[in-house]
């Protein structure tokens, strides 16, 4: 009962399992009752509590239902039940309850966001040296979040964990502060007494509006990739897409529109700016680090350029690992055991109380569920060969010093007690992630290997190989091969010229096996509108074994009483158990995990190694299916559509700058930040995934705009007739307070995200790291490299803006 109604809950995603239990409390020791498959260990004031009575119930979620009022919905009805309808003594619990991992990530989200916009208010007081200037830029975020929460709601998108994790208020808050920052640097110049603060916000608006749309505009379009991506990681990252998007948009309404007119009413009798310290050091230091740098622009170029082999180096030479996505913390574990195909249901269930046991004594343990073979709503044909158990986890906090909080290390401990068990092949994953990779692949394991052929002895021998090959494999876990030969069979093949003598048709032996063994509809039963076979066949003890099966008798024309092994040729043999088929072939499962190692490296490797030793029999092939194959779907992906967003990102910089040499020059200085994000991937052993390339997509859109807020006052200052040198150092300085604003604060407003370690944080995570160390990197080497390159290759004969009135500062 319980594996039908767990098999239904993973499947559809369900929100609540439920279960109607009477508890009984019984000491921990080697005298612990243990009861029939389907039962709970659970762990209560140090003592395990093994239900006595218990009756399964199931609430399924519908398709494009929201979780969250309908759980609360769920979750009213059962304290009703509890409460005033159930009798006494009996209640409903729930064991499983997807409302607990909503709880816990969107606590994790929302403290990640809070600290994330604490740091990145700080920064804008810091920097900006003005509390009205701080607060209008502040006020960019909210108003961008409602803006993407009505573009959302009006597409019917919801929001989740990736969507919401990804929002960087740092990034969101770009475009205001360079609009605020250039309105408080304009009222604060001097010799501009005839002017209103009005009109020099207008000017000031005017300067910077262009390159604020430009440089929100490429971010945008920068998570275009992110929309064409498929199956599993495309639903999982489209979502994030469209709500960076919206929100993006927002603030660029808020940026060019909203922010100038809040500044004429907060700044309608000028604005004072503080005059920052640290600000006032760095701007020294680094007006003369510019101009040593433009002077000797070999060496600059020079430490470019081994930068870039760097970055090269790590991500092609192999050092940083590779995955399909992080895997989301659950808090609980999925245990899966198989045993051999043969096994009937007394064995299986004694197994699973054994290893339910074995699961529940560890003190991390809340609760141990176990179930036998297959469900009975035909969606999961396994025998009972396959056992289950959902393992509840205490948080991290509270485990034991020697597992340092690591659920791999708890895993590895329950694997080596589990292992004590003879003749079971064991697999660990996690509730949800059990069924996406069961979905993903056809098969109930993290990773699978299939081999695709005709003939089913052929196919496990060939399986048998490939799994001595894995085992030999740093990283590989959970290693078994899904047998198909081991159910044994009792075949009868007829003796037709016995048969002949004794007159008796073959088809006649056929229908009394057949009538004897698995019974015949012999007429039909009406009950009002309802129609029910009657079927015929012999009594148990007259069919149970073989020898019971060999006596049948047939009646001859003679009158004669002939049995079975008079007429046929029995033998037993073990045939197949299970026949998996897929696009109409048959093929052979090998099922296994990667931990401890990245899987990427120890897959290729596993797939170089079958390649070596194995030779496959003609029309025989091998597929290597799970997250590798979507691993390497997505990447595929990923190499067509970046090199189409980076031409995408140069036309519009084309299109802004009117000039190949310029879009070129900002697109040089873009291919620096990726530098950054490789060595916070390596520096924190942090693979790339999915998640990581989605960083890497919007650390070029951020990237952009340093240069774009940089060379755009370069060429102004030129075509206001200043030499180009001068220019170039002179319009770095100006713009290093903006750009060192824009790049903390889109650094610092996911810092948190990048450092979190909660449940729910494992998504964002690498999207965090690559983002956080890449602007890092990008802000230290393109304040020093666009200045020098653009000396080195500017000309007479540049495109230059049409100048604009500038006042001495």
């Not at 052929?453 to 899904?482: A, P, W, Y």
């Not at 102004?716 to 824009?742: D, H, K, W």
């Not at 370690?757 to 494992?762: A, F, L, V």
Request: one cysteine or more.
């Amino acid at each position: 009962m319980f594996q039908q109604i767990e098999n239904t809950l993973i499947k559809t995603q369900a929100g609540t399992a439920l279960r109607v239990k009477d508890v009984a409390v019984v000491e921990q020791g080697p005298k612990i009752r243990l009861g029939q498959n389907g039962i709970t260990i659970h762990r209560v004031d140090g003592k395990l509590v093994d239900n006595s009575s218990v009756v399964e119930g199931i609430c399924l979620l519908q398709k494009g239902a929201d979780a969250d009022p309908t759980l609360r919905g769920i979750e009213a009805k059962v304290r009703e039940l509890n409460d005033h309808i159930l009798p006494k003594g009996v209640k409903i619990v729930p064991f499983l309850d997807r409302s607990d991992l909503i709880h816990f990530t969107t606590h994790t989200v929302l403290h990640n966001l809070t600290e994330g916009l604490i740091l990145v208010v700080i920064i804008l007081f810091l920097f900006l040296g003005n509390v009205r200037g701080a607060i209008i830029v502040a006020i960019t975020i909210p108003f961008s979040l409602l803006f993407a929460s009505i573009c959302l709601d009006l597409r019917h998108i919801p929001a989740n964990l990736l969507s919401l994790g990804a929002l960087d208020f740092g990034m969101v808050v770009d475009g205001a502060v360079v609009m605020v920052e250039n309105i408080v640097r304009h009222l604060n110049q001097q010799g501009r007494e005839t002017e209103t603060p009005a009109e020099k916000i207008k000017v000031a608006a005017h300067e910077v509006q262009r390159p604020v749309f430009f440089a929100i505009g490429i971010i945008i379009t920068a998570y275009l990739p992110i929309f064409t991506l498929q199956a599993v990681e495309g639903r999982l990252f489209k979502p994030m897409a469209w709500t960076v998007a919206f929100a993006l948009l927002g603030a660029l309404i808020f940026s060019i529109i909203i922010a100038p007119v809040l500044a004429s009413f907060l700044f309608r009798k000028g604005a004072k700016e503080w005059e920052n310290p640290v600000m006032h050091f760095l701007t020294e230091r680094y007006r003369r680090s510019v101009t040593w740098a433009i002077h000797h622009h070999g060496v600059t170029l020079g430490v470019a350029i081994l930068g870039l082999c760097i970055a090269a180096y790590l991500a092609f030479g192999g050092v940083i690992g590779s995955e399909f996505l992080p895997h989301l913390d659950e808090g609980a574990i999925w245990v899966r055991g198989t045993l051999a195909p043969s096994t009937g249901p007394d064995e299986s269930v004694s197994i699973a109380n054994r290893a339910r046991l074995i699961l529940a004594s560890f003190p991390e343990v809340t609760e141990a569920t176990s179930q036998a073979g297959r469900a009975d709503d035909g969606t999961d044909t396994t025998g009972f060969f396959n056992t289950e158990y959902y393992v509840g986890l205490k948080p991290k906090e509270q485990w034991r010093p020697l597992f340092h909080e690591n659920k791999e290390n708890l895993i590895a401990s329950m694997n080596q007690q589990l292992e004590k068990i003879p003749g079971v092949i064991w697999n660990f994953s996690q509730p949800i992630s059990d069924n996406v990779e069961e979905a993903v692949s056809g098969v109930k394991g993290e990773l699978s290997v299939k081999i695709y052929g005709d003939d089913l002895r052929t196919l496990e021998e060939k399986g048998t190989q490939i799994v001595s090959i894995m085992s030999r494999i740093q990283g590989v876990q959970d290693l078994g091969l899904f047998r198909v030969i081991g159910q044994p069979n009792l075949t009868f093949t007829v003796d037709r010229e016995a048969a002949a003598r004794f007159g008796i048709n073959v088809a006649d032996v056929q229908d009394a096996i057949q009538t004897a063994v698995g019974g015949n509809a012999v007429s039909k039963v009406l009950r009002g509108e309802a129609r029910y076979d009657l079927v015929l066949r012999y009594q148990q003890q007259y069919r149970d074994t073989r020898e019971a099966i060999e006596n049948v008798r047939l009646l001859s024309p003679t009158g004669e009483r002939v049995s079975l092994a008079q007429l046929t040729k029995v033998t037993a043999i073990d045939g197949a158990e299970e026949v998996y088929r897929e696009g109409q072939q048959r093929y052979i499962p090998v099922k296994y995990s990667v931990r401890g190692r990245d899987m990427g490296s120890a897959v290729e490797e596993a797939i170089d190694k079958v390649n070596k030793e194995i030779k496959l029999p003609p029309g025989y092939h091998v597929e290597w299916a799970g997250e590798y194959e979507s691993q390497k779907r997505a990447n595929k992906r990923l190499l067509v559509v970046l090199p189409v967003t980076v031409l995408l990102i140069f036309f519009i910089l084309y299109s802004m700058f009117k000039s190949f040499k310029w879009a070129m020059l900002i697109i040089a200085n873009v291919a620096m930040a990726p530098i950054g994000g490789l060595l916070a991937l390596f520096i924190t052993r942090t693979h790339f995934s999915v998640s990581s390339g989605v960083g890497f997509l919007a650390l070029f859109g951020v990237s952009v705009q340093t240069g774009v807020i940089m060379l755009e006052y370069i060429n102004q200052l030129r075509a206001r007739g200043n030499s180009v040198e001068e220019s170039a150092i002179e319009g770095a300085v100006l713009r290093l307070r903006p750009i060192m604003m824009t790049m903390l604060v889109a650094t610092l407003g996911l810092l948190p995200a990048a450092m979190s370690r909660g449940i729910g944080s494992d998504s964002q995570r690498p999207f965090a790291i690559v983002i956080v160390g890449g602007l890092l990197a990008a802000l230290i080497m393109s304040i020093f490299l666009l200045p020098t390159l653009y000396v080195w290759i500017a000309r007479e004969n540049d495109v230059l803006p049409v100048p604009e009135t500038e006042f001495a500062n």
